[in-house]
């Protein structure tokens, strides 16, 4: 029984790393969505998210639209995972204390 309470804590501090470790790299993730807005003819992309129940645009250079969708999907594929990690805390929390 103890070799199991052994492996169960063991992976319990797995997924907390992992969990610390996502929250980590979302922190330095752009959040939002990029928007392509046409003015007097000429494509212009933008950062749209909301702050404070305010939807703010913030202009993104010409050269980095793409950089930037890329790292909002990468933002996406991550929350994911950190659900994942959370559900999987969840279930070892409850094995732990039963």
């Not at 790393?17 to 929250?23: N, V």
């Not at 305010?54 to 929350?79: C, D």
């Amino acid at each position: 029984m103890k070799v199991l309470k052994d492996i169960l804590k063991e992976s319990f501090q797995y997924y907390q790393d992992i969990e610390r470790k996502i929250e980590k790299k979302l922190a330095s993730l752009p959040q939002g969505s990029v928007k392509k807005r046409l003015i007097a003819g000429h494509a212009y992309h933008y950062l749209q998210r909301r702050v404070d129940g305010k939807v703010v645009h913030k202009y993104i250079s010409k050269e980095k639209p793409q950089e930037m969708i890329a790292k909002i999907e990468e933002r996406k594929a991550l929350s994911q995972e950190l659900k994942q990690v959370k559900e999987a805390l969840k279930i070892l929390a409850r094995k732990r204390a039963g």
